[in-house]
């Protein structure tokens, strides 16, 4: 009698599922799923190395530092970075009186110590980065009806994030003509700009490098596009994972201490055993 | 109960004599793992996965306390707070992947302890109660599993939070308001997340209530093994400890270099990058996708396609999903081979291997992918196995099939036929 139940209920479940089956290979079969212009031309983030990469990486402070120029001096003005604080700056090599001076360079939302009103002050270390819109609906209206997202997390809210930040950084290009041929609805539409990276081919952010020299590195390396889309890219893997040198590093001590303990593990347990078959 | 040879605890101490009269704490620790529990002495490396899984259970507890202490269970707040944990708290970085990546070592180690029993078939006679309070344990770890997923309030919270608890609106009838009721309101948001947090906090521990349960039923009739046959004597058995306490205690090493390396350098391989977005209702993912320990059931859920009938697809997916879980409870009865073992059951075995296992993984792989075509036909094959594999093949397989011929003993199996017969007691 169970036997019989439990079959019937089989036959309940594997026959909806071969019939589901069946009329999905049927509309497959008669109506196959169109092609779209993303699934032809989007691509998968371009090969780039970081100092950071591997399991012993580590930030090159040096470009940590450019990056940092790059996000004050072009990125800024849409993309908050409301994560970082001034202070965690430091880690970046900057001295106490260079954190200080950074700070003071950015103003911030304050209050008024006599009257209470909101005003605005000099940002001081213990700071957070401030946003350059005061809300969503602000930053639409400047920005073609987009919120330029935070950057904190960016390298992390994204598949490969360091590749794809970088490789959108640098993909901007014409539309191809085989695809406005072949696809004649997904032409870019105006306020937006082609981005093969871009998961729709199509975001309102201009490209942001634009030039050669846009910024100017005080440590002599030449600002080409390139070189600042990577720049800013470590910067970008070092705010959203301010800690991982530590983590590395912790992380090769505790393996060290694990092996040992698993082997000392090991030969009390052949020891403990030793003579009894099983 | 125990084994008439085993080991009897003998407090010599006067402390401890005392303390046996009043509370015999000692005692339960002895004969539940110390050397008071005889257990087979031919288990393979598969039993260690009940002991790794308690010590995750553990771990989970310990750094879900301390991440809650830097967490705040509102929906202005939440993801900021961790952020603040991993940023600002010392080793906070440490508790936040340790317990993000405890969870999946936990499903890790549970799948295979799992699929151990399917394999040996632990969950036969006279084991059906440990078996059942496992799955108990299991769906309760995946409710909590799928609410400690919502509390950060990323994207893949709040939409995975969304998705699961519609799942409830396709009940007839009272699903909607079910549904709202679940949630405290229409969808996802501050009254969800506070009760989500409320019950992630208190689930662990009804978990470890039945983990208790579990052990104490496991310890009446003992351990399985491999051979699927039961104790006869004491050459079958060895005191828990030290033999599995050393077996165990290596085991842990290998589990803590796995998950120390996954923590330490690869600690969102397996989460979502969405989650490190903060939630926004007003913009819906490209795909969501719940944790990886969720795929092969998610897959089921959106294998059915079509209406059945009168039974809408939404619901056919829903009454799968559950089902396929829920099914587990009636192994003992449809599994009726008097043998335990697949070892000794050639026709299961091939079933188990060329057919539960592969289902299994395209199942998993499905439930990952995005919900087009191939992918949904490819599970929709998968599913169709998993169901029958356990409603209609275990039924038939267990009722046809011809079972090698088991050892007299373990000892026998251990030692060969002749000098196991010499140990054996005389019949």
Same mark, same amino acid.
């Given at each position: ?14 026959? /909806? ?37 591997? /399991? ?46 950074? /700070? ?8 008024? %110590? ?10 001081? %270390? ?19 009806? /987009? ?48 981005? %093969? ?44 994972? %301010? ?36 | ?21 009043? =509370? ?173 947090? &409320? ?35 004491? &050459? ?89 879980? =829920? ?13 335990? &073992? ?86």
């Amino acid at each position: 009698m169970a036997r019989i139940l439990s079959i019937l209920v089989g036959l309940f479940f594997t026959v /909806a599922l071969a019939w589901s089956f069946g009329k999905g290979a049927y509309t497959q079969i008669t109506e196959p799923a169109a092609p779209t212009a993303e699934a032809k031309f989007h691509l998968v983030p371009k090969e780039v190395h970081f100092a950071s990469d591997g /399991a012993f990486g580590k930030f090159d402070r040096q470009q940590l530092q450019r990056g940092f120029q790059v996000y004050k001096e072009v990125c800024s003005a849409c993309h908050s970075l409301k994560h970082v604080a001034f202070r965690d700056l430091a880690q970046l090599g900057y001295s106490e009186a260079e954190v200080k001076a950074i /700070a003071a360079g950015f103003t911030v939302p304050g209050t008024d %110590p006599n009257t209470g009103e909101a005003n605005t002050r000099p940002g001081t %270390p213990t700071d957070y980065f401030p946003s350059p819109f005061a809300n969503d609906i602000a930053a639409r209206a400047a920005n073609n009806n /987009a919120v330029p997202p935070d950057l904190s997390l960016i390298t992390k809210a994204r598949h490969e994030g360091p590749a794809y930040v970088y490789s959108l950084l640098t993909g901007y290009t014409e539309q191809p003509t085989a695809l406005v041929k072949e696809f004649p609805d997904a032409k870019t539409p105006n306020g937006l700009h082609y981005n %093969p990276y871009f998961a729709n081919l199509n975001l309102a952010m201009p490209a942001p490098l634009t030039s050669e020299g846009q910024v100017s590195y005080g440590d002599g390396t030449k600002a080409t596009v390139d070189q600042m889309a990577q720049d800013v890219s470590a910067f970008l893997i070092w705010t959203a994972e %301010p800690k991982l040198e530590k983590r590395k590093q912790t992380g090769w001590t505790v393996l060290g201490f694990l092996l040992f303990a698993t082997i000392l593990g090991y030969m009390s347990y052949r020891n403990i055993w030793a003579g009894k078959k099983h | 109960m125990s084994f008439p040879w085993a080991k009897q605890y003998t407090p010599s101490h006067p402390f401890m004599k005392w303390m046996d009269e009043k =509370l015999p704490v000692p005692r339960l620790i002895y004969n539940a793992v110390g050397s008071g529990y005889e257990v087979p002495r031919n288990l393979n490396y598969f039993w260690n996965f009940g002991f790794l899984a308690g010590l995750c259970l553990v771990l989970q507890i310990v750094t879900g306390i301390v991440m809650a202490m830097h967490y705040a269970a509102n929906t202005g707040v939440a993801f900021d707070t961790i952020e603040m944990t991993v940023r600002d708290v010392n080793w906070g970085w440490l508790f936040r992947y340790a317990h993000a990546n405890g969870a999946s070592a936990f499903f890790v180690v549970i799948y295979i302890h799992i699929f151990r029993g399917f394999y040996y078939g632990s969950y036969k006679a006279p084991r059906e109660m440990v078996w059942l309070l496992g799955v108990v344990i299991f769906l309760l770890m995946m409710a909590t599993a799928f609410m400690g997923y919502v509390l950060p309030w990323g994207q893949m919270s709040f939409w995975g939070a969304k998705v699961i608890t519609g799942l409830f609106s396709a009940i007839p009838l009272v699903g909607e308001p079910l549904q709202q009721w679940l949630l405290g309101g229409f969808a996802p948001d501050n009254a969800a997340l506070n009760r989500f947090f &409320s019950l992630h906090y208190l689930l662990p521990f009804v978990i470890l209530g039945v983990v208790i349960l579990h052990i104490w039923a496991l310890h009446i009739p003992g351990s399985s093994n491999p051979t699927g046959v039961e104790v006869k004597s004491e &050459s079958d058995t060895v005191p828990f400890y030290p033999y599995y306490i050393a077996k165990d205690g290596w085991a842990i090493g290998v589990f803590a270099i796995l998950f120390a390396a996954a923590v330490f350098f690869f600690p969102n391989a397996l989460g979502h990058p969405d989650n490190y977005i903060p939630a926004n209702p007003m913009s819906t993912p490209a795909h969501i996708v719940p944790e990886w320990y969720f795929w092969p059931f998610y897959a089921i859920l959106r294998s059915f396609t079509q209406d059945f009938f009168f039974i809408p697809a939404k619901l056919m997916g829903v009454l799968a999903m559950f089902g396929a879980i =829920l099914v587990w409870f009636f192994l003992p009865w449809l599994d009726k081979s008097p043998v335990r &073992s697949g070892s000794y059951r050639p026709m299961y075995k091939k079933f188990f291997w060329f057919g539960l296992i592969p289902a299994m993984a395209v199942l998993f792989y499905c439930g990952g992918a995005p919900a087009v075509e191939p992918y949904v036909m490819i599970s929709q094959i998968a599913a169709f196995y998993y169901f029958a594999h356990f409603l209609i093949v275990l039924p038939v397989v267990s009722a046809i099939e011809k079972p090698l011929p088991l050892p007299y003993s373990i000892t026998e199996a251990v030692l060969g036929k002749d000098e196991g017969a010499e140990l054996a007691p005389a019949a």
